[in-house]
């Protein structure tokens, strides 16, 4: 069993930049890869960028590419999104899950953990 919180969502200005962090507990975390999501309202939620639990393997969405970097520190439990350049298209809740697996994947079925979520607004 895997609990994920999130925190450093807030309101930023379009270009500005946001670091979100995802706490988690348990002492496996370090063997499970972990995504990060989002959902806007009314729009299906998207894949934003993924880490495999050995660091090796790292994807992005188009969207993401260029923009923001994902990062894990298996010694304090937590993965981080550094978002920068942000856009007012990036306002959404932004989730973080965790999965086990041999296939590194970047879809949200997947995952079977799931944080709380926090809220990024992009706005002037």
């Known amino acids: 069993q895997v609990q994920l919180v999130e925190s450093g969502g807030g309101l930023v200005q379009p270009g500005g930049s946001l670091r979100l962090s995802c706490a988690a507990s348990?002492?496996?975390?370090?063997?499970?890869?972990m995504g990060w999501f989002r959902q806007a309202p009314g729009t299906e939620r998207e894949f934003v960028a993924a880490?495999?639990?050995?660091?090796?393997?790292?994807d992005y969405s188009d969207s993401a590419k260029g923009r923001f970097t994902i990062s894990r520190d298996n010694a304090k439990n937590t993965v981080f999104l550094q978002m920068n350049s942000l856009k007012p298209e990036d306002t959404a809740v932004y989730y973080c899950?965790?999965?086990?697996?041999?296939?590194?994947?970047?879809?949200?079925?997947?995952?079977?953990?799931w944080g709380q979520g926090t809220q990024v607004t992009v706005s002037s």
């Open positions: 899950a965790a999965r086990r697996g041999a296939v590194f994947t970047t879809e949200g079925n997947e995952y079977t953990y």
């Open positions: 880490v495999k639990w050995t660091g090796g393997n790292i």
């Open positions: 348990g002492r496996t975390f370090r063997l499970y890869d």
